[in-house]
């Protein structure tokens, strides 16, 4: 019962920077944690960043620095900005979100977006 639509990917040229948007609708008071993945040909799907609970962030190595993960609860968004872009970020980016039963309404649940293509040209 929770929905998600990404947006904000693009073509951009290495060392720019670009930002996602992950808008969640539903239920969205049962969303406990909000993160992003990417899965690129070749390579395993990976956790970009997240926010499990509060204001606690984690991000994985190769963006640490570059990539900042943010999380708008009254506007029911989640944010991805991206900076100083590479072309190993090329990627299909997916927006997770995770419910838990907070609520009468609400059950434990994993809920994926459809994605939005990052290409970093060299």
């Excluded at 290495?14 to 899965?39: E, F, H, K, P």
Aim: net charge positive; charged share 15%.
């Amino acid at each position: 019962q929770v929905q998600l639509v990404e947006s904000g990917g693009g073509l951009v040229q290495a060392g720019n920077s670009l930002r996602l948007s992950c808008v969640a609708s539903g239920d969205t008071i049962c969303i406990s944690g909000m993160g992003w993945y990417r899965q690129a040909p070749g390579r395993e799907r990976e956790l970009v960043a997240a926010i499990p609970s509060g204001v606690t962030t984690i991000y994985t190595d190769s963006v640490k620095g570059r990539f900042t993960i943010s999380r708008d609860n009254a506007k029911n968004t989640l944010y991805l900005q991206m900076n100083s872009l590479k072309p190993e970020d090329t990627a299909v980016y997916t927006c997770n979100a995770i419910t838990t039963a907070v609520a009468a309404m609400c059950y434990g649940m994993h809920y994926w977006g459809k994605g939005t293509l990052v290409t970093v040209s060299s």
